[in-house]
């Protein structure tokens, strides 16, 4: 099956946090590079981390470094991505993604399973 399903999107003030979720179906993501994307209104999608399955290291964009965290529940198959101080400029669709090939990018185009992605908004 192979499916990605994104949940935990919705509105939040900013400062404010959201954890996002990603359930895999079909494969296991213990054996998957997993990173998240987000795509802004009127902006390309952009990698925000990934988590590589070879050692469990990670890679975060500048922006959000020291306020995400990616982690990886292997007992519920789900990637989780923690989003704390929240800014305006985080508001997004967020995706999640899989690959059985590549260990790390932030390169979307080198990612092959994605889900339906999430909405976030961060406003007042």
């Given at each position: 099956q192979l499916q990605l399903v994104e949940s935990?999107?919705?509105?939040?003030?900013?400062?404010?946090s959201l954890?996002?979720?990603?359930?895999a179906s079909g494969f296991s993501l213990e054996y998957y590079t997993v990173g998240w994307f987000r795509?802004?209104?009127?902006k390309e999608?952009?990698?925000?981390?990934?988590?590589?399955?070879?050692?469990?290291?990670?890679?975060y964009v500048d922006s959000?470094?020291?306020r995400f965290t990616i982690s990886r529940d292997s007992a519920k198959n789900t990637v989780y991505l923690?989003?704390?101080?929240?800014?305006?400029?985080?508001?997004?669709?967020?995706?999640?993604?899989?690959?059985?090939t590549i260990r790390s990018t932030?390169?979307?185009?080198?990612?092959?399973?994605?889900?339906?992605?999430t909405q976030v908004t961060v406003s007042s």
């Open positions: 935990g999107g919705g509105l939040v003030q900013p400062g404010g954890r996002l979720s990603c359930a795509q802004a209104p009127g999608r952009e990698g925000v981390v990934c988590l590589n399955s070879g050692d469990g290291t990670t890679h959000v470094k020291g923690q989003m704390n101080s929240l800014k305006s400029s985080g508001t997004a669709v967020y995706y999640c993604a899989a690959s059985f932030l390169i979307p185009t080198q990612y092959d399973y994605w889900g339906q992605g």
